[in-house]
């Protein structure tokens, strides 16, 4: 290993808290194309037991680290190329551990156009300058007569160029830039104010008209939106540092003033040389400070908001599934229809309607009809409603025709539309779905995704899954490296099924990907469905060394060998023959027998290819082959009534389902279209610093509203206990307000079932007895 690669290899197992021969390892892992899930799964002997969180920011930094490594040997060369490399500036350089750092030193040497130093250095001025500097007791008038010349026609234009010197040299000292800097990010403050006549236009952001605050602690989410009034035209944003400071020399300008050891005296020099300083500062340093802060302020508020859209999408991704179930997905539409699609318990499109009972068609009792003959055709066990426009509405139509359907009624859920118009329109589904309507491709996505949102969310970018803030205004480089990292982290935890999965689902398994798993599935069908997970070696273009990346998340139930249903890794199946042989039993009858299980000793198989994490891992799995990760169904219920923002009231006591959280609080969906927030300080009776540690995308929760701001769509919620009726509900252990996020979400609203001493005026269980007779 170079000198290079071991700083690097220290530097990271310091961040992360590891060992150097951990981080070194897992960095070789890396290079040789192994992934983070393989990695962490598979390889914990060699990495000393790495989690997946560790190993995605070793990767991270490993990249940063490298890209700083690359540019130091540019800056070096360059440098060295000018005959000004000393060994002073190469130890200097040798020794950052930022590229600001190392671009701040480079800055005398980096080529740039003609500066007007660089001008006034051509008209002979240097000189003036340096002894300007060095003799505090010149008159600099008297001083620049002897500099004056065709191209210097008066004094003024002499010291002028003088001053455009020391600028530039004082402004390229990197010492004094990043005591400057560190100044600012201290005591700067950022101020917002709205641009004359946009007040009306930008009503928006009326909050930031008149705002200040320091710059060190402006939260991810104000400065977003801040930074997005600014380029919407209607705030200016600006740096400000020290501007109440009384004092003829303000201290930023006091540090440029001491690092030349300025302003002691009262010499005519001395005095120009003040001049010179505050020059420095308000022409030069103020504005490239300024504008380092902002970009700065900018990365930091990107990588809070990615940071919280990651943990959003993760909790999304392995939201609990309904299961194999068939399904029906209801698109609602007002003048357009409710576009309807059935699905078997394998995502199989097994019929499609259009229905039309809103306006202008109003055919209630037609679209009721329609909606009871395929419940009872394909025997509908979960019906999915799409949560946009005319959601609430077509729920309460489902809702009457449930009231007389035969026991065991389906389970009626609110699922987020949120990317199925992405899906709609991609080729994938045009390819799955050549002759339908784009608008049914969407209730085909809406129904799968409530049997299996990790299936069906993959086949959508990630961050149209909007689970985020601002995400059109972040780095959107750095948002989709951290989201696929997400995906890529999710599937691998739950495992895919090698015969059922789609090309898109496998594509995110370690080690493959769309090329791949198009191989995959093209194989599949044309040879039929695998029967070992050897059989992957028969498939084009996978070789060894992606099946040793892959083989251990792809299962298959069912087949030749039990141990391919499971999450052991094929070059561990010999381990895994030695415990079941311990054991004295077959494996399918030992598989889950936890007793039995939990009474081996695992150090007494750990060997030389082997060690104690792996062999655990085995036995664990054995005791729950295939076991997801993610937790059991479960829906929340709407309250009957409450559809539209105008329909809440202060005091009132909902159940809705967490959707977002952020820094400052969590957003849920109550059912009107909108999502209300529960502050950070209202999320429970004791402190809360993160709200993630009290709540999750995903969970049910039960919320009092506190305020209703129609005009400006904002709900203000609580989960303070005021009495026993307002607290969280159960959590599921794996999952001013805004328009909806369109996370996925799940919200049984069991109003149907109440209702059922009251019957309507839908089709009743006439209908039902007709078509069950029919049937028969």
Not at 90 to 103: D, Y
Not at 502 to 508: F, G, K, Q
């Amino acid at each position: 290993m170079t000198d290079t690669a071991s700083r690097i290899v220290r530097l990271i197992a310091e961040e992360i808290g590891a060992r150097p021969q951990q981080v070194g390892a897992a960095v070789a892992l890396l290079d040789e194309g192994a992934t983070v899930p393989f990695i962490a799964r598979y390889r914990k002997e060699v990495t000393g037991g790495l989690d997946d969180t560790q190993l995605r920011n070793l990767e991270d930094r490993l990249g940063y680290l490298r890209e700083l490594e690359a540019r130091r040997t540019s800056v070096l060369e360059s440098i060295r190329g000018q005959d000004k490399l000393t060994d002073d500036l190469e130890a200097r350089i040798a020794a950052v551990t930022t590229k600001a750092e190392l671009e701040d030193l480079y800055l005398p040497y980096k080529p740039k156009r003609r500066t007007r130093a660089q001008i006034a250095r051509e008209k002979g001025l240097g000189p003036l300058a340096e002894a300007l500097f060095q003799d505090r007791s010149l008159d600099p008038q008297d001083a620049a007569s002897a500099y004056l010349g065709d191209e210097v026609p008066d004094a003024k234009a002499a010291l002028d160029g003088a001053r455009d010197i020391l600028v530039e040299q004082f402004s390229e000292n990197a010492e004094l830039l990043g005591a400057l800097r560190t100044y600012l990010q201290k005591h700067a403050f950022l101020r917002a104010r709205v641009v004359d006549g946009k007040q009306e236009a930008g009503q928006k952001f009326s909050d930031y008209f008149d705002h200040v605050e320091r710059w060190s602690g402006v939260p991810s989410h104000r400065a977003l939106a801040m930074m997005r009034g600014r380029n919407e035209e209607i705030l200016s944003l600006t740096i400000e540092v020290d501007a109440d400071d009384p004092a003829p020399l303000k201290p930023v300008e006091r540090m440029i003033a001491d690092a030349y050891s300025i302003g002691q005296g009262s010499a005519p020099a001395e005095i120009w040389l003040m001049e010179v300083v505050r020059w420095t500062w308000r022409v030069k340093l103020s504005m490239s400070l300024s504008i380092d802060l902002m970009m700065q302020l900018r990365e930091r508020a990107d990588l809070e908001a990615i940071q919280v859209f990651a943990r959003n999408l993760k909790d999304l991704l392995l939201a609990a599934p309904a299961g194999s179930r068939a399904t029906m997905g209801l698109d609602p539409g007002i003048r357009t229809g409710v576009k309807l699609a059935v699905v078997d318990g394998t995502g199989k499109l097994l019929d499609t309607a259009t229905i039309y009972p809103f306006a202008p068609k109003n055919d209630v009792r037609g679209s009721q009809s329609e909606l009871a003959r395929l419940i009872h055709k394909h025997k509908v066990e979960l019906i999915a409603i799409g949560n946009g426009t005319g959601s609430r509405e077509t729920d309460k139509l489902v809702a009457e025709v449930l009231i007389n359907a035969p026991d065991p009624k389906p389970i009626k859920v609110t699922v987020s539309e949120a990317g199925a118009s992405v899906y709609s329109a991609s080729a994938l589904a045009a390819a799955e779905f050549p002759d339908l309507d784009v608008s049914l491709r969407g209730a085909v996505s809406i129904a799968r995704r409530l049997q299996d949102p990790l299936a069906e969310l993959v086949k959508i970018e990630p961050k149209a899954i909007g689970v985020g803030q601002y995400q059109h205004d972040v780095d959107q480089f750095r948002l989709a490296r951290a989201l696929d990292a997400i995906v890529e982290d999710a599937v691998n935890a739950v495992g895919v099924d090698l015969n059922m999965a789609s090309a898109p689902l496998l594509a995110r398994v370690s080690g493959l990907g769309e090329s791949l798993a198009e191989a995959i599935v093209a194989h599949r069908n044309t040879q039929g469905p695998f029967r070992s997970r050897q059989q992957l070696l028969g498939v084009a273009r996978l070789g060894p060394k992606t099946y040793v990346q892959c083989a251990g998340f792809l299962r298959i139930p069912n087949g030749d060998e039990p141990l391919d249903a499971s999450a052991v890794h094929p070059e561990a199946y010999g381990l895994a023959q030695n415990i079941i042989a311990a054991c004295g039993r077959d494996l399918r009858s030992l598989m889950g027998d936890a007793e039995a299980l939990r009474a081996l000793d695992p150090n007494a198989f750990v060997g030389d290819s082997f060690g104690l994490p792996t062999v655990r891992d085995i036995i664990a799995e054995l005791e729950k082959p295939g076991r997801d990760p993610r937790p059991g169904f479960k829906t929340a219920e709407f309250k009957e009534g409450v559809n539209e923002l105008k329909d809440l009231q202060p005091g009132m006591v909902l159940e809705g389902t967490v959707t977002n959280v952020a820094a400052f609080g969590a957003f849920v969906d109550v059912g009107v279209h909108q999502d209300g927030l529960v502050h950070v300080s209202q999320l429970s009776d004791r402190f809360v610093k993160d709200p993630y540690q009290v709540v999750k995308a995903g969970d049910v929760v039960k919320v009092r509203v506190v305020e209703v701001d129609v005009k400006r769509k904002r709900i203000a919620l609580t989960m303070k206990s005021r009495d026993d009726a307002v607290r969280p509900m159960a959590k599921s252990a794996g999952s001013g307000s805004r328009p909806r996020p369109k996370a996925a979400t799940h919200n049984n609203n069991k109003r149907g079932r109440k209702a059922e001493a009251q019957p309507t005026g839908s089709l009743g269980a006439a209908l039902f007895e007709a078509l069950r007779n029919k049937s028969d």
